[in-house]
């Protein structure tokens, strides 16, 4: 009998009639390759929805003896807007509640580089958050009402943070004075299965960095000294 079970991933906007599904499935039967249509079932699909939802499709030729034929649909609690010049993603708005998340390198294979205007605006569960090495550009008041915010863990180096553009003190996820980790293995915290470490005390801008952009440390509230 024929099994095959799909994933795919999803925005928060998405619908019934928007969802990106496969028309024609591949699969071994026999010594044989087959390509056959399939018609998936999204009526029992919730939008607005985020976690992960079965569909179940039925192939169109019936000749084949089936188990299962299903795509589970892991809605993320992000809206996305697509960049076709650069190929990559924005972020535009956080829809979750969870107290900490992780951001998103990626969606649908593309990078994710950009946290829109506003995107987490007054995301007041937010206690921690991880952010993505892939993000060039924070747009004004990102985290802006983000006032139980606590700790922040970048999965790059500080080369790699002061490289990015962050527009004003509310984009910037410190603005409460948030505690700023880096990606370490030798680090002592733990985050996501991630090692990592606090922003010193005393911090030495290592000597590849050209620029620093504006905000980058703004309210990091155990660093007192940059050299």
Same mark, same amino acid.
């Given at each position: 009998?024929?099994?095959?079970?799909?994933?795919?991933?999803?925005?928060?906007?998405?619908?019934?009639?928007?969802?990106?599904?496969?028309?024609?499935?591949?699969?071994?039967?026999?010594?044989?390759?087959?390509?056959?249509?399939?018609?998936?079932?999204?009526?029992?699909?919730?939008?607005?929805?985020?976690?992960?939802?079965?569909?179940?499709?039925?192939?169109?030729?019936?000749?084949?003896?089936?188990?299962?034929?299903?795509?589970?649909?892991?809605?993320?609690?992000?809206?996305?807007?697509?960049?076709?010049?650069?190929?990559?993603?924005?972020?535009?708005?956080?829809?979750?509640?969870?107290?900490?998340?992780?951001?998103?390198?990626?969606?649908?294979?593309?990078?994710?580089?950009?946290?829109?205007?506003?995107?987490?605006?007054?995301?007041?569960?937010?206690?921690?958050?991880?952010? *993505?090495?892939?993000? &060039?550009? @924070?747009?004004?008041? $990102? %985290?802006?009402? /983000?006032? =139980? #915010?606590?700790?922040?863990?970048?999965?790059?180096?500080?080369?790699?943070?002061?490289?990015?553009?962050?527009?004003?003190?509310?984009?910037?996820?410190?603005?409460?004075?948030?505690?700023?980790?880096?990606?370490?293995?030798?680090?002592?915290?733990?985050?996501?299965?991630?090692?990592?470490?606090?922003?010193?005390?005393?911090?030495?801008? *290592?000597?590849?960095? &050209?620029? @620093?952009?504006?905000? $980058? %440390?703004?309210? /990091?509230? =155990? #660093?007192?000294?940059?050299?």
């Amino acid at each position: 009998p024929i099994e095959i079970l799909l994933t795919s991933e999803e925005a928060y906007d998405v619908t019934a009639t928007t969802l990106d599904l496969p028309s024609t499935i591949s699969f071994e039967y026999g010594d044989e390759q087959k390509e056959e249509v399939v018609t998936w079932d999204t009526s029992a699909f919730v939008a607005n929805k985020i976690g992960k939802q079965k569909i179940y499709g039925t192939l169109n030729n019936n000749q084949y003896v089936v188990k299962e034929i299903s795509i589970e649909v892991d809605v993320l609690p992000y809206t996305f807007i697509y960049n076709s010049t650069a190929n990559t993603y924005t972020i535009h708005k956080y829809y979750g509640t969870e107290t900490n998340i992780v951001v998103p390198s990626k969606f649908k294979n593309i990078f994710v580089d950009k946290l829109y205007a506003r995107s987490f605006e007054e995301s007041n569960d937010l206690l921690s958050i991880e952010l *993505p090495d892939t993000l &060039t550009y @924070i747009y004004e008041f $990102a %985290f802006s009402g /983000c006032d =139980n #915010l606590e700790n922040v863990y970048y999965n790059g180096t500080i080369e790699d943070w002061c490289k990015i553009t962050i527009v004003n003190h509310y984009s910037n996820p410190m603005c409460y004075e948030t505690n700023l980790y880096f990606l370490d293995e030798n680090g002592d915290v733990e985050y996501n299965g991630n090692k990592y470490s606090l922003l010193p005390n005393e911090l030495v801008i *290592p000597e590849g960095v &050209t620029s @620093i952009g504006s905000y $980058a %440390f703004y309210k /990091c509230r =155990n #660093l007192k000294t940059i050299v």
